[in-house]
């Protein structure tokens, strides 16, 4: 096959990502599994550098050939947009495609958790979805920025390297800025954007302690930002964040954190039993009093604890949304203990052998029509009644 030939292929079979190595078979990945095209013949490294060369800038062309690796984006009309790496290897050159749908999806096709939907009520604060790469962080921002889209009047600015869903203005001005073309650096992005008169801000990733000090400040002074880091957690998230600080401004750190963050979405996709595909088992944090608490006094190992306290404010922890799954013949007990943090019985590790909580599409929280729901200002996500905080029911200004 051709190069776009492969590709469309590729696509066509709702493949994740595209590998194409030198003296390897071309393979895609599809539901987490890598897959060969077996009936092509292993590339040449020659090959593999006409496929670089056709899919990047040439300018970008040159600094993968300096510098031995690259990021970038690259799109086929009518097919798909692409997250592209290059780079050099043992065995000669490599090129990864990541595949991105043109539009970006809605909150109700991706089998979230309904009480993520109290994020849309947010005015301000620091909101990070956190996961392994694969585990679908950008999906579910794409999903919850294009909702803030369909129902606000705000100012939105997403910061990407690179710019992955496309959104299209809505009730939204949207501004879309992607790293190393509209801008150096994250940082420097960031800076300009608090000049930018913005509601929200996307960062697609917390990268350094610059980028995370300016994020902080943005979203103490009046702005919803977003973001993602690669940790499987709410407590290791703040871990995490804590150590990028020098010792001596961890405390501070620490303080700004449990008055600033208010959520930590983190997922995993895990293979399903029932049809095929991947569903994603979540854990959500929502910054209460007593988790800022926690947060101030450093004793974060305590966290997971007051999330399985928290089930009626919305809060679960992954190991109670595995169990759900396994509970609703959605995922196999193998992929449960696979992925479970207490695979030693398989019970429930952190409900005290309690029975887990009720989730749509066995993910979130119960269906409609099985809980009350509070009344109000909609958003188009239903919002638990029990335990909402004040900060998620305030006007969004302008």
């Known amino acids: 096959m051709e190069f776009e030939e492969l590709v469309r292929f590729a696509v066509d079979n709702k493949a994740s990502d595209i590998h194409l190595a030198s003296y390897n078979q071309p393979a895609y990945r599809v539901n987490g599994k890598m897959l060969q095209f077996s009936s092509e013949p292993q590339l040449t490294e020659d090959v593999v550098m006409l496929y670089i060369e056709h899919v990047l800038e040439p300018s970008d062309f040159l600094e993968f050939c300096n510098t031995g690796d690259i990021d970038a984006s690259y799109a086929i009309e009518g097919c798909a947009r692409f997250r592209v790496n290059a780079f050099k290897q043992r065995h000669g050159a490599s090129l990864v495609m990541r595949i991105i749908k043109e539009r970006p999806p809605e909150m109700s096709s991706l089998n979230l958790p309904e009480s993520i939907g109290k994020v849309l009520n947010l005015q301000e604060g620091l909101v990070l979805v956190t996961g392994p790469t694969g585990s679908g962080k950008s999906t ?48 420097a992005a960031l800076k300009s954007a608090l000049r930018e008169d913005p509601d929200v801000i996307l960062m697609g990733e917390i990268r350094d302690l610059e980028s995370m000090t300016i994020a902080l400040r943005a979203a103490e002074t009046g702005h919803l930002v977003f973001s993602t880091l690669h940790t499987e957690s709410a407590a290791k998230t703040i871990d995490r964040l804590i150590d990028m600080y020098p010792v001596e401004r961890q405390k501070q750190a620490l303080s700004q954190l449990s008055t600033t963050l208010k959520a930590v979405v983190s997922q995993r996709l895990m293979p399903r039993s029932d049809v095929k595909g991947r569903i994603g088992a979540f854990e959500i944090m929502f910054v209460n009093s007593a988790i800022a608490n926690l947060i101030r006094e450093n004793k974060i190992p305590q966290i997971e604890q007051m999330i399985s306290l928290n089930q009626s404010s919305g809060m679960i922890t992954k190991q109670m949304s595995i169990d759900t799954l396994l509970k609703a013949g959605v995922i196999s007990r193998e992929t449960a203990d696979k992925y479970s943090f207490d695979v030693a019985d398989g019970n429930p590790a952190l409900t005290g052998g309690q029975q887990p909580p ?36 305030r006007n969004r200004r302008g």
């Open 140 to 187: 579910t921002l794409a999903a919850i920025i294009n909702e803030i889209n369909k129902k606000e009047s705000l100012h939105i600015i997403t910061i990407e390297d690179p710019v992955e869903y496309m959104h299209e203005p809505k009730k939204c001005v949207v501004n879309q800025r992607e790293v190393g073309t509209d801008s150096e650096t994250y940082s």
């Open 358 to 393: 009720t989730l749509p599409g066995g993910v979130g929280m119960p269906p409609q029509g099985q809980m009350p729901m509070a009344q109000g200002r909609s958003v188009g996500v239903n919002v638990p009644q029990n335990g909402t905080s004040a900060y998620y029911n």
